[in-house]
């Protein structure tokens, strides 16, 4: 059996806000192995980038923590790239220079000139953006600039692979193109991967585990799902594929029937506790918006 390479304990975050502590995240538990793809995802609000972003060092959990590879995570690192639905690219530097600011920072002493940009082109290559070395992200689409992003955070090799909705702002057909891109690369080169994601067939396509979290306030994993499809995997020909379908139908009932069920109960629950005067639980609630 492998060994598990990071794993989440007891993960508690209570943000401090004028009206006292706000717990986002209760007791979130979740192990991962080295080379796996899970994706979170789960309605609006609900906690999936303070997820993220303690896994990234950027945010520390108030009770429990992330342990990667048997170190205690409280702080970021280059093993763990994140890329954000925004590319954050630097404007006034090239392609080639905003991915050499990464390799610089990571590889200064342990590659020289020559290896490191040998290693910048590679990447570039990797997501097809080494025709477009010298442009400025100014002059290059969305969905290259994500490309870039992409390449920029791969150069850094790291084990772990932190995408918060990377597709999110890019039209269907790039969006499907980098997907199956970020497939072939992860299949190479054996990241482990945490994505964000709203996109149920997403999720499907790309992911080894779906993890599926409840409603916050004190949002935890409400389910887990093992996505069983062989790789590659072909977007076209899964569309008809039972396992697929059923997969995506895990998901979809997840979301829209126990998720709904569940928050109708605890909105009853609050309006009750109101009339009673406890108006803490309403407020909480209204904080949380509905849809995914
Ligand atoms: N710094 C903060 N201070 C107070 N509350 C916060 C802070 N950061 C996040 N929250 C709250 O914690 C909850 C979880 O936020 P988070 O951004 O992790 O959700 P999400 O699932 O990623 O949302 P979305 O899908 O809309 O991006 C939300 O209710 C949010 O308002």
């Known amino acids: ?40 995802i789960g309605h609006s609000g609900c906690g999936k980038s303070t997820v993220l972003n303690i896994v990234a060092g950027l945010l520390q959990a108030t009770k429990g923590g992330c342990v990667l590879n048997g170190h205690e995570v409280n702080s970021p690192g280059p093993e763990r790239a994140v890329v954000f639905q925004n590319h954050a690219l630097m404007p006034w530097l090239t392609v080639y220079e905003n991915v050499e600011l ?41 969905g290259m600039a994500q490309r870039v992003g992409i390449a920029r955070a791969l150069a850094m090799k790291p084990s772990v692979l932190l995408m918060d909705e990377p597709f999110g702002a890019l039209d269907a057909l790039t969006r499907a193109h980098l997907q199956d891109s970020l ?12 994505m964000i994601t709203h996109d149920v067939d997403e999720a499907v396509l790309l992911s080894d585990r ?78 949380q918006p509905a849809s995914a």
């Open 1 to 40: 059996m492998s060994k598990t390479h990071l794993e989440l304990t007891g993960v508690e975050m209570a943000f401090d806000t004028p009206k006292g502590p706000f717990v986002a995240l209760d007791n979130v538990n979740l192990k991962i192995q080295k080379g796996e793809f899970v994706s979170l």
């Open 102 to 142: 990464a390799v610089r920072q990571v590889f200064r002493k342990s590659m020289n000139r020559k290896e490191r940009r040998d290693w910048i082109t590679h990447n570039l290559e990797l997501v097809n953006m080494a025709h477009a070395a010298n442009k400025r992200p100014g002059e290059i689409s969305g």
């Open 183 to 194: 497939m072939e690369i992860q299949q190479e080169l054996n990241n482990t991967v945490i």
């Open 210 to 287: 779906i993890i599926m979290m409840t409603n916050g306030p004190a949002a935890t994993v409400g389910e887990d799902l093992h996505i069983d499809l062989p790789r590659p995997r072909n977007r076209v020909a899964l569309a008809d594929d039972a396992k697929y379908v059923h997969y995506r139908q895990e998901v979809l009932s997840f979301l829209y029937e126990k998720q709904r069920k569940l928050e109708s109960l605890s909105s009853r629950r609050a309006a009750s506790a109101s009339t009673q005067g406890g108006e803490s639980a309403k407020v909480e609630k209204e904080k």
